[in-house]
């Protein structure tokens, strides 16, 4: 069965970190870009981070660049994101996602086609 299965998240203060986990099972990652996505109530799904298995190359917008690290552990199947300095406003459940090649920008919710359970993140004091 594939499938993408998440862990972490949780409740955090502003200002502190959390990681979070997407392990495949099913397929290998190798010859996949893997996304991150995330969406806040009443707001769209927004990708914001991207590594790509072929060539390690990743991505980030500017609302987590400098904050957020993508990594890809291809010998446990696993992609990780590191999110430090947290702010409120990325509260939101976050979803990792697979498409087929290389990373293609901008990060499109309908390019990726294997998707994870979901997870919800909570910046708040």
């Known amino acids: 069965q594939v499938q993408l299965v998440q862990s972490g998240g949780g409740l955090v203060q502003p200002g502190g970190s959390l990681t979070l986990s997407c392990a495949a099972s099913?397929?290998?990652?190798?010859?996949?870009?893997i996304g991150w996505f995330r969406q806040a109530p009443g707001k769209e799904r927004e990708g914001f981070s991207a590594?790509?298995?072929?060539?390690?190359?990743?991505y980030y917008t500017d609302s987590v660049k400098g904050r957020f690290t993508i990594s890809l552990d291809k010998a446990k199947n696993t992609v990780y994101l590191q999110m430090n300095t947290l702010k409120p406003e990325d509260t939101a459940v976050y979803y990792c996602?697979?498409?087929?090649?290389?990373?293609?920008?901008?990060?499109?919710?309908?390019?990726?086609?294997?998707w994870g359970q979901g997870t919800q993140v909570t910046v708040s004091s």
């Open positions: 099913g397929f290998t990652l190798g010859r996949y870009t």
């Open positions: 590594i790509s298995s072929l060539d390690d190359s990743t």
């Open positions: 996602a697979t498409r087929l090649r290389t990373i293609v920008l901008p990060l499109k919710a309908s390019d990726f086609t294997t």
